[in-house]
């Protein structure tokens, strides 16, 4: 069937999307949208090629390094990524910027190099490409904020990828046969190595690790209305396909997974801007998968896996909608938005089949995978783990699956009547909504991908259809009757704290104290040599002369060497001519003649 | 803050307060009824058990209603604690105005 050789592959899977960048660098207005389709299409051609257990090697300094390995877990994502790359390509396919679109597919290029990354180093190149491709998302707005949120979002990748190249280097260090193998360091984390400790924080970066996660809340809504679909796809399952490589069964993962999975839900019910709703739905999620990875069985982790190829497709559509409703009104906080349905029927639809799916309800993508970890959570005696995962399931369609689409397209009549969205944006989120159809009614279909086949696993069993219908739909009572009885908070001008209040206060502070100190001691240095010994010097060599043809003058004074002058006199044609360097041949001679005796003597001396 | 929409505007069915009401008594049924399939699937059936280990919760949970009250009790406590998040005993917690970085 293929091609390549089964054990050597001719090109990098992400040469399409890569060529496909550089292009576009070049192309400019409605040319760069074909790439930007037609590079992802190729990309999945090429994958649809792959042969599992194939590999790609490359001698570097004496180095070999694997540059690609083929298995089923990449080749899920190397899907994954292309998919979403096509869907975003489509998306924007009305863009002009070329950094944008350039930059897009470049970063959808570096998440396919991160899938198949052979070994630590190659995963270290495509992961700091992965930070550079993808800050121009945020930056692309164009607006003060969206530069700043850039920067900051620039400082936690940049960190994540410092880390990794500690980790890789303390592993490098610590002698063993193969330290750059991409194997599972979960016995070396427990075992407290400083290189599978540090590797595991670089990932918890891009992951979103409680306390390391507003690079995610902070830089996603500041993003322009394409970008946030490209950013919501990448850079957090890369991490996730990374994770499930290296820490399978890392029990601190459980603990980790399920705060991500608890505490972003409320700081999504009282957020406004409803793109920061989503930010902080899609930790929940990623919460989930942590955990799935952190039980460590390959049933939990054929779960996580599958849940992110899922989030992708929802979590995209969700960012879709909103970007549509945001390239319409130029407004994405909840108290300015309300009653689009009325123009934008369609995409009010396609709203709601993202937030059945991230719901999880029957039929669609979310219930086919999230079970898996729940199911997982259960069978393994995991009982606080399991009732927070079950909070969490009630809390996402609580704020993804109600709030996200009632306060966008119905709830009061905001007055605004945008028109529908763009032709290319409708058939993205169609797409996207026909495949979490498509995956909820044929889990199978994503099933036989996953590397251990999810082991037999059936979502649709009676009890489980039933008990999930019940918890969404009492959830949805909740909110209908809070909602009635004007308990439910409604959504204010505002905006809500979180632990980037540590580091940009503490960056404030630190930026404020270093700025007294430095420009307090730059000042007294400039006191005391420029004002002080400068001035000092400046003075002396300025007024010296004068001095000591004075000095000199006195004695010659006297002995007549000045006929008919008052001593006066002669001071003020010294003075004068020692300022403007104009002296009587004979006085500069015998300065001259004094200067050279004088190292004569010292010559004299030295030889001496 | 709302702009007025425009006057030649047609009525859509949700606009009509009637139809909204219409639409949460029919939704309240739905509860109704999810309840009732599951008490009768408690009865007749056998429920597949989330836990094996025979603990409180793994009995509980299968106790017909239960995702139900879980579900309901959750996102009631979610919504409490959220708005004393926002602000407690009229002190702010989290919450700030929305240029409170740009100051």
Known sequence: ?608 | MAKKPPKDEPKRWLDDPVNVRTFIRGFYWLCGLIILIDVVHSIGWHKHAAFHDGSLLGSSETLPSFYGIYGFLACSVLVFLAKALRAFNGQRVLMRDEDYWEK
């Open chain 1, 1 to 608: 069937m293929s091609f390549l050789a089964a054990s050597e592959i001719a090109a990098h899977p992400a040469l399409p999307l890569l060529l496909g960048g550089l292009v576009t660098i070049f192309v400019r207005g409605r040319y760069a949208g074909v790439f930007m389709v037609a590079a992802p299409l190729l990309g999945l051609w090429t994958i649809s090629l792959l042969e599992a257990g194939s590999s790609s090697v490359v001698s570097c300094f004496g180095q070999e390094i694997i540059s690609v390995n083929v298995d089923k877990q990449s080749i899920l994502f190397g899907y994954l990524f292309h998919l979403a790359a096509f869907i975003g390509g489509l998306y924007s396919f009305h863009l002009k910027d070329p950094w944008q679109i350039s930059m897009g597919l470049l970063y959808a290029a570096s998440a396919v190099g991160v899938a198949f990354a052979g070994d630590l180093l190659s995963l270290f190149l495509w992961w700091e490409a992965l930070a550079v491709t993808s800050v121009f998302q945020i930056w692309g707005r164009k607006t003060e904020r969206s530069e700043q949120a850039g920067f900051r979002y620039l400082f936690f990748h940049v960190l994540s990828g410092l880390l990794l190249l500690a980790g890789i280097a303390f592993r490098y260090a610590s002698g063993d046969a193969d330290p750059f193998a991409l194997v599972s360091l979960t016995d070396l984390l427990t075992s407290g190595d400083a290189g599978a400790q540090l590797i595991l924080l670089a990932i918890g970066v891009k992951c979103a690790f409680p306390f390391l996660h507003v690079w995610l809340t902070d830089g996603y809504p500041e993003s322009t209305p394409t970008g946030a679909v490209f950013l919501s796809a990448f850079t957090t399952k890369a991490a996730i396909c990374v994770l499930a490589r290296l820490f399978p069964g890392a029990e601190i993962l459980i603990t980790i997974g399920a705060v991500m999975a608890m505490f972003p839900i409320f700081y999504a019910v009282i957020e406004n801007d409803l793109r920061r709703v989503l930010g902080y739905s899609m930790i929940n999620q990623i919460g989930f998968m942590v955990v799935g990875i952190g039980i460590g069985t390959e049933l939990s982790i054929d779960g996580s896996l599958a849940h992110a190829f899922n989030d992708v497709l929802f979590k995209g559509l969700l960012f879709m909608s909103m970007g549509a409703v945001l390239h319409r009104t130029g407004e994405m906080r909840g108290s300015e938005l309300g009653g689009l349905y009325r123009t934008m029927p369609l995409t009010t639809g396609f709203c709601i089949v993202g937030a059945a799916s991230i719901s999880a309800f029957p039929l669609f993508s979310g219930f086919v995978s999230k079970s898996i970890i729940m199911a997982e959570a259960a069978a393994h005696g995991h009982h606080v783990v399991w009732l927070c995962l079950l909070f969490a399931s009630a809390g996402v369609f609580h704020h993804a699956g109600i709030k996200i689409p009632f306060f966008a397209f119905f709830a009061h009549d905001s007055g605004l009547r945008p028109k529908e969205a763009p032709v290319n944006m409708l058939l993205a989120m169609g797409l996207a909504a026909f495949m979490c159809i498509f995956i909820g009614c044929n889990p199978d279909w994503l099933y036989a991908m996953l590397p251990c086949g999810a082991a037999g696993y059936h979502p649709y069993d009676a009890t489980h259809v039933i008990t999930q219908t019940e918890i969404l739909v009492f959830s949805a009572l909740a909110f209908t009757l809070l909602n009635l009885w004007k308990q439910y908070p409604p959504e204010l001008k505002s905006i809500n704290l979180d632990v980037d209040f540590l580091y940009r206060k503490g960056g404030r502070l630190f930026s404020s104290t270093m700025a007294t100190f430095w420009n307090g001691l730059n000042e007294k240095a400039h006191a005391f040599f420029v004002g002080g010994i400068a001035g000092k010097f400046s003075a002396f060599t300025a007024e010296g002369p004068c001095i000591m043809a004075k000095l000199l003058s006195q004695p010659l004074q006297r002995l007549g060497f000045y006929p008919g002058k008052s001593d006066e006199e002669t001071e003020a044609d010294l003075e004068q001519q020692a300022t403007t360097g104009i002296h009587p041949i004979g006085l500069t001679a015998l300065f001259g003649i004094l200067f050279l005796l004088g190292f004569l003597v010292l010559a004299w001396l030295v030889g001496q």
